[in-house]
């Protein structure tokens, strides 16, 4: 099926392990996006990529990473992972609009 | 660079009553500007959106926003809300170039029934 898919939905982990939310889209958009969702604060982009192999910073990269080697996936890692970094994640790519996927709820423990 | 300022927070109404949620917008340059939703526990889905021509703009389930250039202002509208309008409404306004969309804090909607 076409579309944007997230993988894990549901991530409970501990402070400073490495994790890696995954994103796959199946319509070859260039642009994708990660961005974060917390109260108050709306949604922040994290990462954005406008080819394979092109990323750029968004508003708030610190203590991520990203990779894009083929364009439909954009993996996000969390190298060490932090408290603060307890977030619902959601991936977007770009068409005519910004298409999201369903989200990953990281609990950092 | 490009912000967006939703000004309600959290807006309470009762079934049929209008809604007005307001959004302005930051940028010097042709903007594209969006209305997401985000139904509880799910993620964001298009309304609508305005790139160009007709500045009144149609969405998706009686949902209307009219772009005022002169004002900065994107304000999406319903004339009769219903209780499963219940979500968070997202205002975003994208540059024509980069492909990003920079998002607003976003404005809960409860409606009571």
């Not at chain 2, 997401?36 to 609508?48: A, D, E, F, N, T």
Request: hydrophobic share 30%.
């Amino acid at each position: 099926d076409a579309g944007i898919t997230q993988s894990p939905r549901y991530k409970i982990t501990e402070t400073g392990r490495q994790v890696t939310l995954m994103c796959h889209q199946t319509w070859s958009h260039s642009y994708m996006f990660w961005y974060r969702q917390d109260l108050g604060h709306g949604l922040r982009l994290i990462y954005y990529s406008a080819a394979a192999d092109i990323t750029d910073k968004g508003e708030v990269p610190d203590g991520y990473v990203v990779s894009r080697s083929k364009t439909e996936n954009f993996p996000l890692t969390l190298e060490s992972a932090t408290r603060s970094q307890t977030s619902v994640y959601f991936c977007a790519s770009r068409g005519d609009t910004q298409y999201f996927g369903p989200g990953t709820r990281l609990t950092v423990l | 660079a490009q912000s967006v300022s939703q000004h309600n927070h959290h807006v309470i109404l009762s079934e049929a009553a209008s809604l007005e949620l307001g959004c302005n917008y930051s940028y010097g340059g042709t903007v594209n500007l969006f209305w997401y939703v985000q139904y509880p526990g799910q993620h964001l889905q298009l309304l609508l959106k305005y790139f160009s021509g007709d500045p009144l703009v149609k969405g998706i389930k009686g949902f209307e926003a009219e772009f005022i250039k002169s004002k900065f202002s994107f304000n999406l509208r319903k004339p009769s809300v219903q209780w499963s309008d219940t979500a968070e409404y997202f205002c975003a306004v994208g540059n024509t170039n980069a492909g990003k969309s920079t998002f607003g804090d976003g404005t809960t909607l409860t409606v009571k029934p």
